[in-house]
């Protein structure tokens, strides 16, 4: 083998090497970023009965963190009455029940079953101690239903 043949030879090696480090580089960032940020760490849900345990309000969450709600839920049914004009609260609360978020939707009209998902776009600014979903019927309270937030 000639003196140019090994020069080329070990150039290309070189190459070579450098082209598989920044490829390992690259794929160590991206498994880096995907192990980051899992879908959710947590969830939970909780129900309670309502209208003489005839009907059903319900809550749930899921999570990365106590600080990072992903999404936040209430549903109700109620199926022998129907719940006119019905109102769903979804309060996020700290350890002294004071509430950090809230989203709510209304229906009008004499509903039997409603489902109401909102995604939590904000980074509490304290730890989340639990969900809970209020029904009101008509304006006036109906009842309220949680779930402790744990991961």
């Known amino acids: 083998m000639s003196l140019q043949e090994k020069q ?14 920044a490829l390992a580089g690259s794929g160590a960032v991206l498994a880096t970023l995907m192990s980051a940020t899992p ?3 947590a969830n939970g849900a909780g129900c309670t009965s309502i209208q003489s345990s005839t009907g059903l309000l319900c809550v749930g969450w899921d999570a990365q963190t ?3 709600l992903n999404t936040i ?9 129907g719940v006119g ?3 769903i609260e979804v309060r996020v609360l700290d350890a002294q029940n004071k509430e950090m978020y809230k989203k709510e939707r209304s229906w009008g009209g004499n509903r039997r079953s409603e489902w109401a998902e909102f995604e939590v776009t904000v980074l509490m ?3 989340a101690s639990r969900v809970c ?3 009101f019927e008509g304006g006036g309270y109906m009842d309220m239903a949680c779930s402790p937030v744990y991961t």
């Open 8 to 21: 080329n030879r070990k150039k290309q090696r070189n190459r070579l090497t450098r082209r598989g480090l």
């Open 133 to 135: 979903a209020v029904l």
């Open 73 to 81: 839920r209430g549903n109700f049914d109620s199926p022998l009455w």
């Open 66 to 68: 106590t600080k990072y």
């Open 125 to 127: 600014p304290r730890d």
């Open 39 to 41: 879908a959710f760490a």
């Open 85 to 87: 004009n019905p109102r």
